[in-house]
């Protein structure tokens, strides 16, 4: 995380990175939550960035990435009170420069089923995103 603190003040001079690292063992947090990252062009002040660890052009999503992701994932939406349906990858920014990331080996609509499940789980029942009660 230090070589990526670095890397991103020193060499890029950003004001931050994105808001989540999250590899097979663990989730970093590395610029807060409630402070715009930069991580993706269009949508750096109006959505979390998440990286996950690898090269999933090439690589095959481990188990532990894909189940710290499921859980970063779900929690940010529930913290958010957002649908996983508003999921947004990297490729999409139309005014990004990284059209491959995150890989081939990631679907939207595979991630998006598998996060609605995880909240789906950890509260069951009838829930509307945004909903006040």
């Given at each position: 995380?230090?070589?990526?603190?670095?890397?991103?003040?020193?060499?890029?001079?950003?004001?931050a990175g994105p808001h989540l690292f999250i590899a097979d063992d663990l989730i970093w947090v590395f610029t807060p939550l409630?402070?715009?990252?930069v991580h993706s062009p269009s949508w750096n002040a109006i959505s979390w960035g998440v990286e996950l660890v690898g090269d999933y052009t090439t690589e095959e999503l481990s188990p532990g990435v894909q189940g710290n992701a499921t859980?970063?994932?779900?929690?940010?939406?529930?913290?958010?009170?957002?649908?996983?349906d508003a999921l947004r990858l990297h490729k999409e920014d139309p005014r990004t420069t990284h059209r491959d990331c995150p890989g081939t080996r990631i679907v939207k609509n595979d991630v998006i089923t598998m996060v609605t499940a995880c909240i789906a789980d950890k509260l069951p029942g009838e829930h509307i995103p945004g909903a006040v009660a």
């Open positions: 995380m230090q070589n990526l603190q670095h890397y991103y003040r020193d060499t890029q001079h950003w004001s409630d402070t715009p990252g859980q970063g994932l779900a929690a940010l939406y529930l913290l958010g009170g957002i649908t996983p």
